[in-house]
Structures are given as structure tokens and as C-alpha cells.
């Protein structure tokens, strides 16, 4: 099939295009829909980080902001004022006592007050080995800035406890009315972060506060404080290293890196390392530029890519319903395509069944109508022959009988000679009285030959009535009367051979329905076969009989003569069999005599008598005689 190859070759590209069409489909949208769902997951990620980290910012801002004003205040007092006049030449103690009074009061970590050199004159720490007292800060931003007659903030490591703290600052002045009046020495408190980074580890998101410098200072995640967000150059280094904010901390990079950046103050990042490492993370900054800070929070991305996944699920799963629905609508109309297609082609298979049969059917009735032709040809060619053989069978009829003509002749001969030599006689007798006028003599001779001549024209009547042809018509005939007939015609023979006849029949006429010419013919023939047969018996002897039932009659003509041999016994019947010479037989007769009684609807048979001679018996149906004919004919005629 060099077809078929291509054809299935092309609808499996077709299948394989369409597969590669759908999962690209499939792809793309859970794809797109995955993006959608992020970025509205990651839409509400950022307004929850946004409010979490505005109240973490304002909780930082309160828990430093509510000691700014206490410095001020404290270097407001009378007593510091008078210390700081004179410090040499006073006791610190109720000073350093005044100090870590108010220390305690408002919970903070150490307050000290600074001279105008940065040397620490008195601290609320002033019982513990590593007070303040007697060290100098003048490199810290804060005495400086106090200094210089403002307020001062700062954060850094402290240099004694190295811990994390926020410094606040206020100057000091003796007489603040002079013009140009500067500062006589600088309060100063520190307040320690620790405290509020411990109230972020409930939260379930990071917190990270960085400097200008992007070290981390705060983080709710410990081994994140006091590393840098990016490496730090060298240069940076040697800087942070003079301001001495960090003491001497390595600052290790952090680990964070940028996986996206997303605006200004959003972006998302991972961890290189560290406990927080192996997870992304959305990260939102907001400044805090009152501390000089940058706080920011770092929510886990779970929730972004949890969305992402379950809306990519359910995107695909409803592209699948889809996809499966469609491809069983196609599948579908493809099936009923196919029934179409196939109804298609079984109604052309049927209409050319149709048309065959059609076709055959035609064909059949025209050889019907040709054998019906031929048949009826045959009828009526049978009908013709039928009718040659009836007339041939009627010809031969004839010639039958003018056979037993023949037979009779020589009886007839002896019949018509001995009256007219007797008719000769008796008018030589009367010529010779007439002579002699013997009148009454002559008158007795002349009788006689009346009488013979009254007998010769009897003997022509029945010669004449013999040979007549037979009528078509059937009319009732007397048995008896066709027996007298036949035996009238062999009454010569009869009287010469002193055959004894035996007539066994009823006083009764027996009446057949037959042709009377054809029945006496029968008759003459087996009465004439059975004289012959007699012909050499010692004591011939020939019985007629006929017997009556209700239905039928049987005619019977036996003879004591030689009887017919076994083996010619199913022969006779046939045309021109014969044992007789030529001349005398020409095998005809029984033949024509068992056609004769076929016709008249009877039977003809023959048998040797048990006492030796041949039986030949007709069985006829019953005819109810001319007298009920004309009974019936009357009685219809009364009706009608
Ligand atoms: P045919 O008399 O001309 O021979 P049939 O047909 O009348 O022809 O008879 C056929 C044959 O049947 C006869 O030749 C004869 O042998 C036999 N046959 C007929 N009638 C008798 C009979 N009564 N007795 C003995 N044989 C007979």
C-alpha cells in the first residue's frame, strides 16, 4: 500500500505537533499564570512587610527617642553646672551619684558628663572597673557635635563594654547669655539596643537596621549584627577603622546577594551563607533618617512561591479540563465523521447490491421470459404432434380394421358366393318350371331367391357399417348389442369351425359410456384373435362374460386356446407385434384396442386362463343407460 505509509507518517507528525502545541500551551499558561500569582503575592508580601517594618520602626524610634531630651536636661542642672565650674577642686561622688540615679530612673545604660577636652568627668558607671571616668572621647561624633552647641546622636560599639549602643548628646554651658558663648562640657547618655532586637525574634520576618556605611548594626538574626551587607573595600576599612565606631569587629560580609531587584527600596535576595542561607527572600528598606539608619525587613518568599505553585496547579489542572474536553469534543466529532463517512459507504455498497441484483433479476426474467417462450413453443409443438399422432392413430385405425376386412374376407366371399350360386341355382329352377308353366313351382324358386338377396344385403349393411370412421361423440352403448354385432360379422367362421360359445352375461343391459364403432371394434379384434388362436384346438371354446358392480363393467373374451407364452405376455400390446405370418397378422390389433379403451377411460388386460387359453378382459366405468340420460335431460329441462 505505497498510500498508506505517507498518510499515517503524516497524520502522526500532525498528533505529535498537536501534543508539542498543547504542553507548549500548558507551559505557557501555568508560566503566565505562575507570574500573575507572584506578582500579586508578592503585591500583599510587600503591604505586609510595609506595615510590619513602619511598626518596627516607630517601635525603635519610640524606644530611642524617649531619652533625647534627658542629656538637655540633665545639663541644665544646677548641680552639673557647678561641678563642671570647678571639677578639680570638688568630690565627683554626689555627682556620679546624681547620675546613676537617673540612669536607673530611666532605664538606660551609663550616663557621663565630658569637660570641654572630652575627658569623662563623672559616669553613672563610676563603681565598676571599667568606668568611664578619666577616659576621653573626642573622637566621637557625639562630643563633637555637642561641642560644636548641638544636640548630638551617634551608635557605635562602645569602647569599654563593646557593646552596641546609641549615644545622645546635649552641651553643657555655664553661662548660656553670652553671645559667644561655647559649650563647657557635653552629658551624654547611651542607650543599648539589645533589648529591642530581642523583642524582634517573635516576629517571622527579619529585621536588619544598617548605617550610612551598610554595616549591619541591629538584626533580629544574631550572626548577621555587625557584618557589611556588601564587602568592604579596603578603603572603607582603614575609614571605619579611624572613626573607631566598630572598634576593632572584622565586619565580615554578610552573604546577602541581590536575586532581583525590584524598585528603590524592594528587591529580592538570598543568603550565600549563614542561618538564614538556602531560602529567598522579599526585602523592603525604609530610612530612618533621624538615627541616620536604613531599617529593613526580610520576609521569606514560602507564601510568594506557594502561590505561585497552587495557581500554576490549578492553571494547569483547568488547562488539562479544558484541553480534555476539547480534545473529546474532537474526538467525538471525529468519531461521528467516521459513522458519516462509513453510512456513506454502506449506502453506496447497498445501492450497487441494489443495482446488481437489479440487474441479475433483469437478466433471470428475460431467460424466464425466453424458457417461457421456448416451453410454450414446445406446448404447442407437442399439441401439433399430438394431433399428427391422433390422425395417424385414426389412420391406422382404419387400416386395422380394413385388416380384419381383409381376415373376413374370405368369409364374406364364401358368404356372398354359396347365396348367389344358390341364387343362380333357384332362377335356373324357376326358368326351367317357367318352361314347363309349373307357375307355382317357379313361384317357390323365386321365393327363395328374395330371401337370399334379403341376406346378401345384410351381410353389405354390417361390411358398410364396419368400415364407417367413428364419431367423436360418447354415448351409452349396450354391451351385449356390441357382442351380437361382432359375432353377426364371424358368423360364417363361427358355423364352419363348431366353436362352442359360451355367452355368460346378465338379462340386463350393461351399459357403457363409450364409442360404439370403437368398442364393437374391440371386440371384433379379440374375438377375431381368439378364433385364430382356436383355430388348431380339438374342442374350441369361446366365452364372452360381462359383469356390472355399481361402478363399473367388465367385459371378458376367453378362449381354451394355446394361451399367450410367458415373455410375449408384456409385448402384445406393443404396435406390430406379432406371432402370426405375414398376411394374416399385422400386430396392430391389441395395440389399437388398448389405445381405444385407454380413451374411454377403462383398461385393457390380458392373462392365461388357469385351465389353459388366453383371457383378455376391458374394465369400463358404468354408464346409468340412455333411459337416465333422458331422465336427467328431463328433469333438467322440468328445472329450467
Ligand atoms: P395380430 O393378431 O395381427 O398378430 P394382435 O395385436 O391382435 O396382432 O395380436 C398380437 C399377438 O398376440 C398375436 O400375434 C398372438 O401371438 C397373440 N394373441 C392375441 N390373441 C391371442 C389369443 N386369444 N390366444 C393366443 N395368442 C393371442
Known sequence: ???AAPASK??????????GLGLAGLALCMWQTAQVAREQALQSLRQDAENELRLSAAGLTGHLSRHDYLP???????????????PDSQDPMPLNRLLDR????????????????ADTLAASNWHRPDTFIGQNYRYRRYYQEAIAGRNGRFFGLGVQSGERGYYFSAPVWLDETAPDARPDGVMVLKVLLNAVEDSWAEQDAELLVTGRDGVIFLASQPALRLTAMKPLGEAQRVALRASRRYGDEPLPPSGLREIEHRDERTRLVGFAQGPLAGQPYFSLTRPMPAFDWHMHILKPLTPVISAQWVSALLAGGLYGLVALGGGIGWQRLRLRRERERFAERERRTLARARDELERNVANRTRDLVATNRRLSDEIEERRRAEQSLRET????????????LGQLAAGINHELNQPLAAIRAYAENARAFIARSRAEAADANLGQIVELTGRMAEISAQLRQFS???????TAVSVQSCF???????????????????????????WVRADPVRLEQVLVNLIGNALQALAETSSPHLTLAIETTSERVSIEVADNGPGIPEDHLARIFEPFFTTKSTGSGLGLGLSISGRIIDDLGGRLEARNAPGGGARFTITLPRDSGPDGKRAQAKEQSHHA
Not at 537617673?102 to 551609663?110: E, G, K, Q
Not at 364407417?468 to 360418447?474: I, Y
Request: no cysteine; glycine share 2%; aromatic share 8%.
Open 1 to 3: 500500500m505505497p498510500h
Open 10 to 19: 503524516r497524520r502522526r507528525l500532525i498528533r505529535l505537533l498537536l501534543w
Open 72 to 86: 538637655e536636661l540633665l545639663a541644665s542642672r544646677e548641680a552639673v553646672k557647678r561641678f563642671l565650674a570647678s
Open 102 to 117: 537617673f540612669r536607673a530612673t530611666a532605664d538606660v545604660s551609663d550616663i557621663y558628663l565630658l569637660d570641654h577636652h
Open 393 to 404: 392413430r385414426d389412420e391406422l385405425v382404419q387400416a386395422a380394421k380394413l385388416a380384419v
Open 468 to 474: 364407417r370412421k367413428s364419431g367423436d361423440t360418447l
Open 484 to 510: 351380437d354385432y361382432a359375432l353377426r360379422l364371424f358368423q360364417a367362421r363361427l358355423s364352419e369351425g363348431a366353436i362352442h360359445i359360451e355367452r355368460r352375461w346378465p338379462e340386463q343391459t350393461a
